[in-house]
């Protein structure tokens, strides 16, 4: 039998917020992290640094939640009233902690700074709490209980938030509440758009299982599935959703990268890895931009060489060994020219791939026969050139980065053909 779910609230406090001078991650963060232990957030609110606000927002969560979270305003200075709202609230005075003052001092000591008497306000708590040690920050976290439902503050700076929402405040609310087993599963998927890719897997989607529920979450060339399923025993979810992810890679192979969020250049880069292999760019729409992608993983001077940004043709030439009559007869958009700045690149490099891309990012720059959007990406290896056309559309950002992913796709797609082959397997499989 299902346990019904424990209900929690999250609270963001500040005024810069509610501007839009921050953009409020801290909730979508906390909301992600109660979920996967297994509480179910209902509702997220803002609120300003003002104190009967504060306190209004907290009346309203306990009255139909079991916990609040709040993050925001803990900081020293005389805007951030959090810590003497909750203390109205509950009815408590503030007092020093020694502990937290210990804590503080230590914290401007390491860095040699003084304490100062606005810092030593950081260990004064409401008397009846219970305190929540910050060890990457001077202001504590803080829980509260009330009627048998539980009251969470904690600082808004968004990485001390984080350590004590999984190192302390979740270990917690585990030990009080016996919250539903949640397990997600999460399949990345790349080629095609989200609503050909429900009709695709219709029948799969139909039919699942009633605990395992299924959500599409797309983003610029990539669509996200996200299997979600409830109950008591953590393994048989975790079975049962091994086994409806089984079954989706047979039904789109080709479209399945990878799993949990990981990226595209992620995959790429464990699979050059793997198979000792070297990659080099070269770019003229995306002005680096795949280079970029690639070398933001660690430790992808293993496998990434260099980049050529190919945007004049002069350079293309030069550089690349990109021919003059097929500039002249096919234009610098045209597989010719991208097929040639692939090939050329892993020569110039001395790599084992080289991807190219050429075409017109737009929103201007198109034409009746080449609109904005036409993208031509290549990719070359010591056997063979691949190459592709794309049409995606007007919008300059959202082409570049539907390119940079395709192009990377197409190199998955070799070095998974290269693994096949080694491997002496014929179908199709993702890099997991």
């Known amino acids: 039998m299902v346990k019904s779910k424990i209900r929690a609230v999250v609270v963001t406090i500040g005024d810069e917020i509610l501007i839009g001078q921050v953009v409020n991650r801290n909730a979508s963060w906390i909301g992600q992290q109660m979920n996967l232990a297994g509480f179910s957030v209902v509702r997220m609110v803002t609120v300003p640094d003002q104190e009967e606000a504060i306190s209004g927002a907290l009346e309203a969560s306990l009255s139909h939640a079991d916990i609040v979270l709040m993050t925001g305003g803990l900081g020293p200075t005389k805007d951030d009233i959090t810590k003497h709202a909750l203390a109205t609230f509950f009815n408590m005075q503030l007092v020093e902690d020694q502990d937290t003052l210990r804590q503080v001092t230590s914290f401007f000591a390491a860095r040699g700074m003084a304490l100062t008497e606005t810092n030593r306000k950081q260990a004064e708590v409401p008397e009846g709490c219970q305190v929540m040690k910050n060890q990457h920050g001077t202001a504590p976290g803080m829980l509260f209980e009330k009627d048998g439902k539980v009251a969470v503050a904690m600082p808004g700076v968004p990485a001390e938030m984080k350590r004590l929402m999984t190192g302390v405040v979740i270990p917690e609310l585990r030990r009080r509440y016996q919250g539903q087993e949640i397990v997600h599963k999460t399949i990345m998927t790349h080629g095609m758009g989200e609503s050909h890719l429900s009709d695709l897997i219709r029948d799969w989607e139909e039919g699942l299982p009633p605990h395992i529920r299924l959500a599409y979450l797309p983003r610029p060339g990539v669509v996200r599935l996200r299997l979600s399923a409830a109950g008591d025993s953590r393994s048989y979810l975790e079975q049962t959703i091994a086994e409806q992810v089984t079954m989706l890679k047979r039904l789109i192979p080709e479209l399945v990268f990878g799993f949990d969020d990981i990226t595209m250049e992620e995959v790429v880069g464990r699979m050059l890895r793997r198979q000792e292999k070297t990659v080099a760019t070269a770019e003229s729409c995306?002005?680096?931009?795949?280079?970029?992608?690639?070398?933001?993983?660690?430790?992808?001077?293993?496998?990434?060489?260099?980049?050529?940004?190919?945007?004049?043709?002069?350079?293309?030439?030069?550089?690349?060994?990109?021919?003059?009559?097929?500039?002249?007869?096919?234009?610098?958009?045209?597989?010719?020219?991208?097929?040639?700045?692939?090939?050329?690149?892993?020569?110039?490099?001395?790599?084992?791939?080289?991807?190219?891309?050429?075409?017109?990012?737009?929103?201007?720059?198109?034409?009746?026969?080449?609109?904005?959007?036409t993208v031509w990406i290549a990719v070359?290896?010591?056997?063979?050139?691949?190459?592709?056309?794309?049409?995606?559309?007007?919008?300059?950002?959202?082409?570049?980065?539907?390119?940079?992913?395709?192009?990377?796709?197409?190199?998955?797609?070799?070095?998974?053909k290269r693994e096949h082959r080694d491997a002496g397997l014929s179908s199709p499989a993702s890099d997991s």
């Open 286 to 373: 995306t002005g680096g931009a795949i280079a970029s992608k690639l070398t933001s993983i660690s430790g992808s001077s293993d496998y990434f060489k260099g980049a050529v940004v190919a945007y004049d043709n002069q350079v293309k030439q030069q550089l690349l060994g990109v021919t003059p009559g097929s500039l002249q007869k096919e234009g610098a958009v045209s597989k010719q020219v991208a097929e040639q700045m692939a090939a050329g690149g892993r020569i110039k490099m001395a790599t084992d791939y080289a991807v190219a891309t050429t075409g017109i990012a737009g929103p201007g720059g198109g034409t009746a026969d080449k609109p904005a959007g």
């Open 380 to 416: 070359a290896s010591g056997e063979e050139v691949v190459s592709e056309l794309f049409r995606f559309g007007n919008q300059r950002e959202r082409n570049i980065e539907r390119t940079v992913l395709s192009a990377l796709n197409m190199l998955r797609k070799l070095l998974l």
